[in-house]
């Protein structure tokens, strides 16, 4: 953010459900994240901005450029895209070679999250970063620490699941989207191919970059590699 901040203004907000920002009971398809976005933006006096994002921020940033295009310059997303019918596809059992995600369809479930993690989530937090960080020490003690503090009372670890728990209306709400007119990047590392697949037939104007050997978690993993691509695509 930082580094950005030398060309860019840089507005990152904690999520609907996440951080300092609020926890409600509902709204957390992706089309109404995408609308507390575009609040925020004008609520701040701007009409126009590049829009980025990572695994759930790539997805509610391609429901932003879908809901609001007049809004958006460029539109950049990686590690995931915006929920398709793919995801019904995936495997919650481990396959030869294939990650298994469990945790999308443990995040489905009501109170049994917040009841086992309270508390707890540094476990899940530090599993996590093993099991897809392509550089596990790219997460220091204290990055690790703010992250399962986030996620360590019932509100947070329920906010954060209705993320997974619109994915079905999520689905839905796609269908009635046209594609993406607006320039779009797409970066990916482990979960470049799918990427691919969420995205295909989704942009008119895309371009893909692969960061080979890399893991999930690009932004703490290869920072100066999405300084870089950002930079140049956005210009």
Known sequence: MPELARRYRVIVPDLRGMGESEKPLGGYDKKTMARDIYELLRGLGHRQAYIAGEDIGSMVAHSFAANHPEATKK??????????????????LPQPGQPAPWWFAFNQLGELPERLLEGRFRFVIDWLIEYQGGDPGAFGEEARGVYAAAYNTPDG????????????????????????????????????????????????????VELKGAGHYLAEERPDDIVRELSAFFG
């Open 75 to 92: 539109v950049a997303l990686w590690e995931a895209g915006h929920p398709t019918d793919v995801f019904n596809g995936i495997r919650m």
């Open 157 to 208: 670890i329920r906010g954060g699941n209705g993320w997974y728990q619109t994915f079905q209306q999520d689905i839905d709400d796609l269908k009635g989207y046209a594609p993406l007119a607006m320039p779009v990047l797409g970066i990916g590392g482990q979960y470049y191919e799918l990427l691919l697949a969420q995205m295909e037939g989704l942009a008119d104007d895309v371009r893909y």
